[in-house]
């Protein structure tokens, strides 16, 4: 039965092994590691991890450490100082974590399918095809640390209310099969999506509360993120892999089902374009995901008036639905359906947006010349 459950977790792995000697309770880990006494070179090497396969709790503390080796090894950042015997039994008991790694998440879901489904079929249309599997899929996509922020914002990205719902919820009995004792509010909360109790009127600010808002900005990154988000609409998520071409910018979405795609974005009005500098581009260096973290630390660090990122993008939404532009550009321009952009930003079209509309509309409205009354 040990060897069953080391087998499963070996086919899981992509750069180490675990190991058990024959007739012995060690388990290690092996690899193909540097070699400590001269690092240019590599060999096939073992790492003791004190664990025991007799031993109930060995299987969710190995898992741990192999994970762990297993995405240094990915990202080659593996260092001998972490995989000392010290070391090891201090992550064993270290403090609750804040954050993990999205291919350590990957993992973990298959694990807690694998511990509460252990008889179940991983191929046709039981509940790994329909829940288990399209999570892993949506995850694989990301790299490096997550914390509960960046993962709920993978989530409030999917555009099908189901998927999001399904996926959210897959992620929550994950993280507590791993253990960890997160506040899962923001996870309910991004797995509903954006309803109504969610978005609200007061949450979608002005123009001229954004503008002011860009011109108290000082470091460059942010203005420029703050700018861009203000004028293109554009998740934070997508503000890494922006590119100008003339007046429009190319940049790449990133969906549940499906590879990443590009897709092309106009900025609403085009002269803030200009007047904003957004040519000049200061890209922040940071994962993708933590943008929108990231700008909301430094506001608060500077003490500076700020909405969150997301509803700059609310804002363009708006805009767009004023000026008057067709909802199948509009939703085309901001990556997703025309039923998202009915039903999310249609509902907070007040007596000024209408005014303003008809006044922009108004020769619309008039009797075409050449007719009769």
């Not at 001998?80 to 010290?86: F, L, V």
């Not at 988000?229 to 089902?257: C, H, Q, W």
């Not at 008036?305 to 000026?323: D, F, T």
């Amino acid at each position: 039965m040990a060897m069953k459950w080391i087998e499963s977790l070996n086919r899981k792995l992509s750069h180490c092994t675990v190991k058990t000697m024959p007739g012995r309770e060690a388990v290690y880990l092996q690899a193909n590691l540097p070699c400590k006494t001269d690092p240019s070179k590599r060999k096939q090497q073992s790492i003791a991890t004190g664990l025991k396969v007799s031993n109930l709790s060995t299987p969710e503390k190995l898992r741990a450490l192999a994970f762990r080796l297993d995405e240094q090894l990915e990202l080659s950042t593996f260092s001998w100082s972490d995989w000392s015997k010290d070391k090891i039994t201090a992550k064993k008991s270290s403090a609750p974590r804040d954050s993990i790694l999205f291919s350590e998440l990957c993992q973990w879901v298959e694990s807690r399918f694998d511990a509460f489904y252990p008889d179940e079929p991983k191929t046709g249309s039981g509940i790994y095809t329909a829940k288990y599997k399209p999570t892993i899929s949506l995850f694989k996509k990301f790299y490096g640390a997550a914390d509960l922020e960046a993962i709920c914002q993978v989530i409030r990205d999917i555009e099908s209310p189901s998927s999001r719902a399904n996926i959210g919820s897959i992620v929550s009995v994950t993280l507590d099969h791993m253990g960890l004792t997160w506040d899962k509010q923001p996870l309910f909360d991004a797995k509903k999506g954006y309803t109504k109790d969610l978005l609200n009127e007061k949450d979608i600010p002005s123009d001229e509360e954004l503008l002011a808002i860009w011109s108290s900005i000082k470091d460059p990154r942010w203005k420029w993120v703050h700018g861009m988000s203000l004028a293109f609409g554009t998740r934070p998520s997508e503000l890494l892999s922006i590119e100008f071409e003339d007046d429009v910018i190319n940049l790449m979405t990133y969906k549940t089902k499906g590879k990443p795609y590009s897709r092309e974005a106009w900025a609403l009005p085009e002269e803030w374009i200009e007047e904003l500098n957004l040519r000049e581009m200061h890209k922040p260096t940071c994962n993708r995901l933590n943008v929108a973290r990231q700008y909301s630390d430094y506001m608060e660090r500077n003490n500076l008036k700020h909405w969150p990122l997301y509803n700059l993008r609310h804002a363009y939404a708006i805009r767009s639905l004023v000026q008057g532009i067709e909802i199948s550009t509009a939703a085309r321009l901001m990556g997703h359906s025309e039923s998202t952009h009915r039903k999310h930003y249609q509902l907070w079209i007040n007596k000024g947006h209408m005014r303003a509309l008809r006044d922009r509309q108004r020769d619309k409205f008039k009797r075409a010349s050449g007719t009769g009354s």
